[in-house]
């Protein structure tokens, strides 16, 4: 009998080729002839990613993926997590492992040995993750009854992902084994511990520090970069899980099922606006401080946070007066241009830069100034006929993305400046060894923001995301050590609020398209979450700026 074959086109190189039914996508590359450094990572599948375990049984269009694309590297990176996880357990079987948070250009992870974790703990765990990696363990992938899978985790202790498990209501649960030790997640993992070619291990504050391969150059480690002000929030967030006693998704929905969510936001928004009323009291005890800058990436909410803040500054007596970045662009034709020749108007010296700190100096020895005003449909800086002059306790609120960039404000008097870096950093984990990304939070809050007030569909929003992410990691992410203070704008409610508005526009992404892929992983783990009502959330939450409702008007 002749073997039955399917078509398969490879969008990597065009080629049409038949390959045997069931056989594995590691298969088909080989049999493709394709060449990647360190091999293919996972493959996108009729716009869907797949990991190389992935049987074919029907005509597909197949897309092969390195470590240098975002749906690589996070394979990657899981399969570090597991290996981390087996490696852990070999060395310390009653040892709990939470990969706790994005810092650094790693992953904190936090070790609970029943004593403190020193820095011959990770000499050791680093040995045995490269024994592991070393002896080429298979990763094989199951799939069982979710039932079944609970009581298997139950046996192990893994309390975070029986919790996820029973809540998720799902039939079957897919779960991974090395060498005999089995976990979950939520995403694809690479088939063998080979594969694995760089990784870091270093002792981290009380923990670890995972380091993974850069994305532009995955045979490099990423940068070490020193963030203890970021990893303070973090440790922040901590405190404020434990007030609320819940730290994963599984927590979470079991506080909603029973119907605790009013308790749970009415303490987050009293824990997030007393943090902004902290960060005001501050600013009113410094003497001296004229303008305060507020920078964060994309859809962190930083218009709300300074809102927020002059209602807490004029409580201390301090008159907040709001400034745009955005009318100090230069005029057009003095715009840079990125390396497409397009004009780049995130790119520091878009602004004029000159006007602006000799403004600002003018202001502050008490003259007149008149503001300028960007036309944007004509591209020219034009007189805005606004004159302002500081008098007595007024204060200068100026928010953009290049505010913590010490180049902005150069000419003015470093004393006089109160930096303030403001973002979405996901403060719930899926459970103990799958976080969730903060990139994440802030794009579902992008797509519905873009769709609500921009007219622009989630299909758009996706596919923008890389080149929006690409100028957050060359002009915000790498001053935010500068700031005075930092300010976490996600909630540990949100995701379960804003599920209700995003789940929809991301359903009506098209399956034929590339962007279907991310829109399928955000549905996929946002359907482990139970909803909140959204008319729980209060007029002045920071969410109304994206979900719509708020008191404040934009």
Not at 33 to 40: A, K, S, T, V
Not at 122 to 145: C, F
Not at 246 to 273: C, F, H, K, W
Request: proline share 5%; aromatic share 10%; with cysteine.
């Amino acid at each position: 009998m002749m073997e039955k074959t399917i078509r398969i086109q490879c969008k990597n190189n065009g080629k049409e080729i038949d390959v045997p039914m069931g056989c594995h996508l590691k298969e088909v590359y080989n049999q493709l002839g394709l060449q990647m450094d360190y091999g293919p990572m996972i493959a996108r599948v009729n716009n869907k990613i797949e990991g190389l375990h992935y049987r074919i049984y029907n005509p597909k269009e197949i897309e092969f993926m390195d470590l240098t694309t975002p749906s690589g590297i996070r394979a990657y990176t899981r399969t570090l997590f597991f290996i981390l996880a087996k490696a852990t357990h070999d060395l310390y079987p009653e040892c709990k492992v939470s990969i706790d948070i994005p810092v650094s250009n790693g992953y904190y992870v936090d070790l609970q040995i029943g004593r403190p974790v020193t820095p011959d703990d990770v000499n050791d765990l680093r040995d045995k993750m490269k024994e592991i990696i070393a002896a080429a363990l298979p990763i094989h992938r199951y799939e069982t009854s979710t039932e079944e899978a609970i009581s298997m985790f139950a046996a192990t202790g893994a309390v975070s992902k029986v919790k996820l498990l029973k809540s998720t209501g799902k039939l079957y649960t897919t779960y991974y084994d090395i060498d005999g030790y089995k976990d979950y997640f939520y995403g694809t993992l690479l088939t063998n511990t080979a594969q694995i070619h760089l990784f870091g291990l270093e002792y981290y504050f009380d923990g670890i520090l995972l380091r993974i391969p850069s994305l532009a150059d995955p045979s490099k480690l990423g940068a070490f970069v020193r963030q203890d002000k970021m990893f303070e929030i973090f440790k922040e967030q901590h405190r404020w899980q434990d007030i609320l006693r819940l730290r994963t998704v599984g927590d979470l929905n079991d506080a909603i099922r029973m119907g605790y969510s009013p308790q749970l936001i009415q303490i987050s928004e009293a824990l997030q606006e007393k943090k902004i009323a902290s960060i005001a009291d501050e600013i009113a005890q410094r003497k001296g401080v004229k303008v305060v800058l507020i920078a964060g990436p994309s859809s962190s909410g930083k218009t709300t946070t300074c809102k927020r803040l002059s209602v807490q500054l004029a409580v201390n007596g301090i008159y907040p007066i709001p400034i745009s970045l955005d009318d100090y662009f230069l005029d057009r034709d003095k715009t840079p241009r990125d390396e497409k020749g397009d004009y780049d108007f995130e790119h520091l010296h878009a602004l004029n830069l000159q006007l602006f700190n000799d403004q600002l100096n003018a202001l502050f020895r008490g003259e007149e100034v008149e503001l300028p005003r960007y036309d944007f449909p004509t591209g020219k800086s034009v007189p805005s006929g606004r004159k302002l002059q500081l008098k007595g306790k007024e204060v200068l609120v100026i928010e953009g993305i290049h505010a913590l960039n010490p180049e902005l404000t150069a000419q003015v008097p470093q004393e006089q400046i109160y930096r303030i870096y403001a973002s979405a950093l996901t403060t719930i984990l899926l459970d103990a060894h799958n976080y969730i990304p903060t990139t994440d939070n802030r794009l579902l809050r992008r797509i519905i923001r873009d769709h609500k007030y921009r007219a622009v569909n989630a299909q758009e929003t996706i596919r923008r995301w890389p080149s929006v992410r690409k100028g957050e990691n060359r002009w915000i992410f790498p001053y935010q050590e500068n700031a005075d203070a930092m300010f976490n704008t996600a909630m540990l409610f949100e995701l379960a609020v804003i599920k209700q508005q995003a789940e929809p526009l991301l359903e009506q992404v098209p399956e034929n398209c590339v962007e279907y892929a991310e829109a399928y992983r955000l549905r996929k783990f946002m359907s482990y979450i139970k909803p909140i009502p959204e008319d729980q959330i209060p007029p002045t939450s920071l969410l109304r700026e994206f979900l719509g409702g708020s008191s404040f008007e934009y």
